[in-house]
Nanobody, 114 residues
């Protein structure tokens, strides 16, 4: 049974940083493409960053240069380092994996506000 559990969300001021972590069980993160999505109030869920099994990473333009997705193979986690945070980054952030079907975590709230 695949489970994804996010952690690390919170409230930070604009310009601050947060590190999100997604702990996976039931699959090995290095063997699959893993991603972070986010959903702001009243908006559709959007892909933020993806890391492929090869290690290649992709980002949406609005976070490129500020966010970094990475894997910790020993811990079987996928992380999202978020720097220079802006109010428009406020959203619930979800971890995602695609294998035999789509798997989602429960989400972690990120709020950027002064």
């Amino acid at each position: 049974q695949v489970q994804l559990e996010e952690s690390g969300g919170g409230l930070v001021q604009p310009g601050g940083s947060l590190r999100l972590s997604c702990a996976a069980s039931g699959l090995v993160v290095s063997q699959f493409a893993m991603a972070w999505y986010r959903q702001a109030p009243g908006k559709q869920r959007e892909l933020v960053a993806r890391i492929y099994s090869s290690g290649t990473t992709t980002y949406i333009p609005s976070v490129k240069g500020r966010f970094t997705i990475s894997r910790d193979n020993a811990a079987n986690t996928v992380n999202l380092q978020m720097n220079a945070l802006k109010p428009e980054d406020t959203a619930v952030y979800f971890c995602y994996a695609a294998w035999d079907k789509d798997y989602w975590g429960q989400g972690t709230q990120v709020t950027i506000s002064s």
